[in-house]
């Protein structure tokens, strides 16, 4: 397994257009988390996963912003009607359940809207 | 209210030499976890170390040790001998109890001089 793997690496699209993400974690890991970091800043939480449930979503994570994983195995973030706003690095990071593990990350989408 | 603060957006430390990365936190849950990131420019988030509000005593991974002072809510970083491969942007983040959340600081630039 070579870790957290995400498509595209990079995305340029018009504003207003669909996108959509993909993350395939750890084949071991039952959690899986998407996290957005702009310029600058730190990651932001999205939203995160265990097995196919989505347990926590952020408020950053407006109606235009969808997240599955079905069958509990890889995961899609779709954004609709984006926005110039929405131009970040886009994170997925996958964990076992075991406490005071540090989440694997992968390397990232980066998205520009222009 | 700011979770975590990194009040030093850019150190420089010779190489070989140790240096120590700030790090304050908020919360008033009593269960709490602090992690350690490392960013490189290729932009993937690597897990560092890791300390548990109960955990009697600082964690330490190879040449990276947290000093956890509890009653000062402060987790700094300190990594002995540095190494050129050592510049990147680091994080500090928190995970409250009851929550898979990470909230992040917004990151220290650390730059390795030969």
């Known amino acids: 397994d070579t870790g957290v793997s995400q498509n595209p690496r990079h995305k340029i699209t018009k504003r207003g257009q669909n996108v959509t993400f993909r993350c395939d974690p750890i084949?071991?890991?039952?959690?899986l988390y998407w996290y957005r970091q702009t310029l600058g800043q730190g990651p932001e939480f999205l939203t995160y996963f265990q097995n196919e449930a989505q347990l926590e979503k952020s408020r950053l994570l407006s109606d235009r912003f969808s997240a599955e994983r079905p069958k509990g195995s890889f995961s899609t973030l779709e954004i609709q009607r984006t926005e110039q706003g929405d131009s970040a690095m886009y994170l997925c990071a996958s964990s076992p359940i075991l406490p005071g593990y540090g989440y694997t990350f992968g390397s990232g989408t980066r998205l520009t809207v222009v | 209210a700011q979770k975590i603060t990194q009040t030093q957006p850019g150190m420089f430390v010779q190489e070989k030499e140790a240096v120590t990365l700030d790090c304050t936190y908020d919360?008033?849950?009593?269960?709490?976890?602090l992690f350690w990131y490392k960013q490189p420019s290729s932009g993937e988030m690597i897990f560092l170390i890791y300390?548990?509000?109960?955990?009697?005593q600082n964690a330490t991974e190879g040449r990276y040790s947290l000093n956890f002072q509890k009653a000062r809510k402060s987790a700094n970083l300190v990594i002995s001998a540095s190494q050129l491969g050592d510049s990147a942007m680091y994080f500090c983040?928190?995970?409250?109890?009851?929550?898979?959340?990470?909230?992040f600081g917004k990151g220290t630039k650390l730059t390795v001089n030969p």
């Open positions: 084949s071991e890991h039952n959690r």
């Open positions: 919360t008033s849950d009593p269960s709490y976890g």
């Open positions: 300390q548990g509000s109960y955990d009697q």
């Open positions: 983040a928190m995970r409250e109890g009851g929550s898979e959340k990470l909230v």
